[in-house]
């Protein structure tokens, strides 16, 4: 089967495209879970990259896990507690933790339907977007089993217990103007002009340094689980890096000079 993962570079704007619209973008095999581990690892280490934008080729953003496998007790679902156990640990779980360590912004493009592991796939990237069209369910609970991906932890930190609450225990779909309307997404748009909303908001991120918004990315992340004083601590250490950078210099220069800023990572 080809690669799961299309990869698009624009400057410092990263596109990532699921490319398995036959079967719904399901996240069904040890391969693409790999593709995701790996192309966060090259993100990270190139300091060029300064936004990720993620959607999904086809009808729908994601499907989730493939429910025919789980019937049959195949591929990512086979083996015994024991062992399945361990798939899910050293498989799709490693997709949250790549993403959550991934330093640069991430936008979710959500082109329509993200499904159990789908919403939770789109629960891990920074900010989402959503086309009028688009679905979200967190529908684990309707075939008797429980989020094994984290969305658990994802989902309420967005959306708040009640609304968590609410999605997880009834497994009930809701629409895009309804996940507005919850701090699910950020922006509906028409699905004929989403890729171009998603790809302006990646502009703008794009259009700072990098170091800054790699900092920043990392403070927001620390912020949910630090006190007040640790993360003000952390902030003023950031804060001495990020004021000894060359991008720093010229992004002040820039302002007072009334000029557009030429960042160069550095």
């Given at each position: 089967m080809s690669a799961f993962l299309q990869i698009e570079r624009d400057g410092g704007i990263v596109t990532v495209r699921m490319n398995h619209p036959?079967?719904?973008?399901?996240?069904?095999?040890?391969?693409?879970?790999?593709?995701?581990?790996?192309l966060c690892a090259q993100l990270r280490s190139d300091r060029t990259a300064r936004v990720m934008v993620l959607t999904g080729n086809g009808s729908a953003f994601c499907a989730g896990g493939n429910v025919k496998d789980m019937r049959d007790r195949a591929g990512i679902f086979a083996g015994s507690p024991y062992e399945l156990r361990n798939t899910y640990r050293d498989g799709i779980q490693r997709i949250p933790i790549a993403l959550y360590e991934l330093d640069i912004p991430t936008i979710a493009a959500v082109n329509g339907p993200a499904i159990g592991a789908g919403l939770d796939l789109a629960c891990m990237c920074d900010i989402r977007l959503a086309a009028s069209s688009a679905l979200f369910a967190e529908s684990f609970v309707r075939l008797g089993i429980v989020p094994g991906d984290g969305g658990a932890w994802l989902l309420p930190r967005i959306i708040g217990i009640p609304k968590a609450s609410l999605m997880a225990f009834t497994g009930d779909t809701i629409n895009a103007a309804k996940a507005l309307e919850w701090g699910l997404v950020e922006q509906v748009c028409t699905h004929e002009t989403l890729q171009a909303e998603a790809q302006a908001l990646a502009q703008r991120i794009a259009a700072n340094p990098g170091h800054a918004l790699r900092l920043c990315k990392r403070l927001l992340?620390?912020?949910?689980?630090?006190?007040l004083d640790s993360l003000l601590e952390l902030s003023a250490a950031y804060q001495s890096l990020a004021h000894h950078t060359e991008d720093h210099q010229e992004a002040v220069a820039a302002f007072v000079e009334k000029r557009n800023p030429d960042y160069l990572d550095r």
């Open positions: 036959e079967t719904r973008n399901a996240l069904t095999s040890p391969e693409q879970i790999q593709e995701f581990v790996d992340r620390e912020g949910q689980h630090m006190r």
